[in-house]
């Protein structure tokens, strides 16, 4: 696999999983089902958070790094800077739905 794959593969994968984790992480706390369901998997619900994004990135690593077809470092490049920017997106949407629920708006 030539190295522009492996970046490409990973950023997506990376990209994929922080969508995952900001989504199941304002779920929870909307849900207290959902934290509890969480929570009763591993004994405490960012520990069931955490597992959960190692093996999603594997399986979507494995599954993009697949690709037979040679990615260009630009392409590679592009992946990376949408890791980036979800990377800042997913951090805004935490922060301020922390800040909307701790100020009770």
């Known amino acids: 696999m030539l190295p522009e794959n492996t970046v490409r593969a990973s950023a997506r994968a990376a990209t994929l999983v922080i969508v995952f984790v900001v989504a199941i992480t304002i779920a929870a706390e909307m849900s207290a089902p959902l934290k509890t369901a969480l929570a009763s998997m591993t004994g405490h619900h960012w520990v069931t958070k955490s597992v959960a ?15 037979a077809t040679p990615v260009r470092a630009d392409q590679a490049a592009r992946s990376v800077h949408l890791l980036v920017a979800t990377s800042f997106a ?7 739905y922390f800040l909307w629920h701790f100020l009770a708006l």
């Open 90 to 96: 997913g951090a805004a949407a935490l922060t301020g």
């Open 53 to 67: 994004s190692v093996l999603i990135y594997m399986l979507l690593f494995a599954f993009f790094a697949r690709s």
